[in-house]
């Protein structure tokens, strides 16, 4: 099932960003919150919202390896970033890494957990090697983080 959503109020956009997120990240807030946390993307968003107000924050998340490579071929003409939490298929998946590679626009790539400091087959990431930077191990932070990023270097 794919989810969307979109937050757009009466401003001036700076930026339009895309937060794209992968496999079970639907479930966070309830799912392992010893590793993954407590908090929600709902109210991540929210906050996200708060400190980013000139930004067009747009959030969607599918368990799907071929919806989100469909999301990230259509972003091409709608965002101006893209950060990208691909879970698991960080680790599995030539063809996100292949999309990511052939796209115009700057994708961050975020990890809640400290991947290198898990299981070993976590420590590789085909997708962080395709994008232009790569955050792990900073929680729900790390999507602030990666849109400070992408605002200062747009």
Avoid: W
Wanted: with cysteine; net charge negative.
């Amino acid at each position: 099932m794919l989810y969307t959503i979109i937050f757009v109020g009466l401003k001036t956009i700076l930026m339009r960003i895309l937060i794209l997120n992968g496999p079970n990240l639907n479930l966070t807030g309830t799912r392992e919150p010893e590793i993954y946390g407590h908090q929600t993307f709902d109210s991540l968003i929210k906050q996200l919202l708060k400190l980013f107000p000139k930004a067009e924050i747009t959030y969607k998340q599918s368990n799907v390896e071929g919806e989100l490579i469909n999301i990230l071929q259509a972003a091409y003409d709608d965002f101006d970033g893209i950060v990208f939490n691909p879970a698991a298929y960080s680790h599995t998946s030539i063809a996100l890494a292949d999309t990511i590679r052939s796209m115009n626009i700057p994708v961050i790539e975020v990890h809640l957990s400290n991947i290198f400091a898990r299981e070993s087959y976590r420590k590789n990431s085909f997708t962080a090697e395709v994008c232009q930077a790569s955050l792990s191990g900073f929680g729900m932070d790390g999507y602030r983080m990666a849109i400070e990023y992408l605002l200062r270097n747009a």
